[in-house]
């Protein structure tokens, strides 16, 4: 690295915000599952009394 000289990133920016949108909509659908789940447990905890 040479004083006063500009380093260029060697990250592609493009493919870190496709990779950031992949992981939000996973994330979105994981937790539309954890919710479902939850409430067929709540419906059968329900049916158990």
């Known amino acids: 690295i040479r004083a ?3 380093e260029l990133s ?3 920016v493009g493919r870190s915000l ?3 949108i992949v992981a939000s909509t996973n994330y979105r ?8 789940v939850q ?7 329900v ?3």
């Not at 409430?39 to 905890?45: A, F």
């Open 4 to 6: 006063g000289s500009i």
């Open 10 to 12: 060697n990250t592609d």
């Open 29 to 36: 659908g994981n937790a539309r599952v954890i919710s479902s």
């Open 18 to 20: 496709v990779d950031l």
């Open 47 to 49: 049916l158990g009394r």
């Open 39 to 45: 409430q067929l447990v709540d419906e059968l905890l």
